[in-house]
């Protein structure tokens, strides 16, 4: 692992066959801790460089606080956790300027929203007023405190959970705001092998640790990388042409908008990128699609008592809509 990062720091990174290892890497450290969410991790792992945010949907226990934590460790970003409730305020999250009487001045206390990854459980707990706080952070990476914008460190995603079979004392996201993550992930149980697994491990406490295998100055370096992939005219046709469909489908109330495109673009090129690849194909825009469609598509009422999902419309539009030649 060592070999690998000397060299691709060498290198400026820039050899994909480098980056494909050095991603093989990031995620193979998490799963030492976390058994059965390869996909997951790598889902993570395409929204940071594509300068996302994710959703978690699933119910407690499932890990998802412990992946976060890994995966910022891996990357020797910081991490921190919150636990959004009814009472909590926007100003626990962005932080306030307080009153020195010594020297009659203010200053500023920041809040744990100045991190690299912040993890929020429960994130439909909180009232509107608080979910908004994480608006212009999540779309800008700024926040204003006082009138005083300040930007936050770089990179920077929050990864939100919630629990789909809670509904008493929650506030449910508006749908403008659930636009603005990238990804919307369901987190399942895991299998009969995996949870037992999982016991073996914590019976003979051999879940570890992680290591470190990038500095956060390098996963900027592959960030960048990730903005130079080259995406063919065709792909992007194929992208606007997929997103076009959703909107006209008789089935659907709501479609894509310009920042679903925008979403497919972007992350479409780290999916590139993690395979090693300088270039994207259609391939990468249809593993995506359900990742980033499934939370902005709206069904109809009428389509919707026949039990018809988002996912099923998503299968549908990559099975019609054609690839450019």
Same mark, same amino acid.
């Given at each position: @692992?060592?070999?690998?990062?000397?060299?691709?720091?060498?290198?400026?990174?820039?050899?994909?066959?480098?980056?494909?290892?050095?991603?093989?890497?990031?995620?193979?450290?998490?799963?030492?801790?976390?058994?059965?969410?390869?996909?997951?991790?790598?889902?993570?792992?395409?929204?940071?460089?594509?300068?996302?945010?994710?959703?978690?949907?699933?119910?407690?226990?499932?890990?998802?606080?412990? %992946?976060?934590?890994?995966?910022?460790?891996?990357?020797?970003?910081?991490?921190?956790?919150?636990?959004?409730?009814?009472? %909590?305020?926007?100003?626990?999250?962005?932080?306030?300027?307080?009153?020195?009487?010594?020297?009659?001045?203010?200053?500023?206390?920041?809040?744990?929203?100045?991190?690299?990854?912040?993890?929020?459980?429960? =994130?439909?707990?909180?009232?509107?007023?608080?979910?908004?706080?994480?608006?212009?952070?999540?779309?800008?990476?700024? =926040?204003?405190?006082?009138?005083? +914008? @300040?930007?936050?460190? $770089?990179?920077? @995603?929050?990864?939100? +959970?919630?629990?789909?079979?809670?509904?008493?004392?929650?506030?449910?996201?508006?749908?403008?705001?659930?636009?603005?993550? @990238?990804?919307?992930?369901?987190?399942?149980?895991?299998?009969?092998?995996?949870?037992?697994?999982?016991?073996?491990?914590?019976?003979?406490?051999?879940?570890?640790?992680?290591?470190?295998?990038?500095?956060?100055?390098?996963?900027?370096?592959? &960030?960048?990388?990730?903005?130079?992939?080259?995406?063919?005219?065709?792909? &992007?046709? $194929?992208?606007?042409?997929?997103?076009?469909?959703?909107?006209?489908?008789?089935?659907?109330?709501?479609?894509?908008?310009?920042?679903?495109?925008?979403?497919?673009?972007?992350?479409?090129?780290? =999916?590139?990128?993690?395979?090693?690849?300088?270039? =994207?194909?259609?391939?990468?825009?249809?593993?995506?699609?359900?990742?980033?469609?499934?939370?902005?598509?709206?069904?109809?009422?009428?389509?919707?008592?026949?039990?018809?999902? +988002?996912?099923?419309?998503?299968?549908?539009?990559?099975?019609?809509?054609?690839?450019?030649?």
């Amino acid at each position: @692992m060592v070999d690998i990062q000397a060299k691709a720091i060498e290198q400026e990174l820039y050899d994909m066959g480098v980056f494909k290892s050095l991603s093989t890497c990031i995620t193979g450290e998490v799963k030492k801790v976390i058994v059965g969410k390869d996909t997951l991790i790598q889902d993570i792992l395409i929204a940071l460089l594509s300068e996302g945010n994710i959703m978690l949907d699933g119910v407690p226990g499932l890990a998802k606080t412990s %992946i976060a934590k890994a995966f910022a460790a891996t990357l020797d970003l910081d991490f921190k956790r919150l636990q959004f409730v009814p009472d %909590i305020l926007p100003s626990d999250i962005t932080g306030t300027y307080v009153y020195n009487q010594n020297d009659s001045s203010f200053s500023l206390k920041k809040g744990p929203i100045f991190t690299n990854i912040l993890l929020v459980d429960e =994130v439909n707990r909180a009232s509107p007023k608080t979910q908004s706080s994480l608006l212009e952070a999540m779309e800008e990476k700024q =926040v204003s405190i006082d009138g005083t +914008t @300040m930007p936050l460190p $770089y990179p920077f @995603m929050v990864i939100t +959970t919630q629990n789909p079979i809670d509904i008493i004392g929650t506030f449910p996201l508006p749908e403008a705001q659930i636009d603005r993550f @990238m990804f919307k992930l369901n987190v399942d149980y895991p299998t009969p092998e995996e949870e037992l697994d999982i016991l073996k491990a914590k019976n003979e406490n051999a879940c570890g640790a992680v290591e470190r295998v990038l500095a956060a100055d390098d996963v900027v370096n592959l &960030i960048n990388i990730v903005r130079q992939v080259h995406v063919d005219d065709k792909v &992007i046709e $194929y992208i606007r042409d997929l997103i076009l469909a959703s909107r006209s489908h008789e089935k659907i109330l709501l479609g894509g908008s310009p920042r679903a495109s925008i979403a497919l673009l972007k992350a479409s090129k780290a =999916v590139a990128a993690i395979d090693g690849r300088d270039y =994207v194909i259609p391939d990468d825009i249809k593993y995506l699609a359900p990742r980033i469609l499934n939370h902005r598509l709206i069904i109809k009422p009428e389509y919707e008592f026949e039990n018809i999902t +988002t996912f099923d419309i998503i299968e549908e539009l990559l099975n019609t809509v054609k690839i450019p030649a």
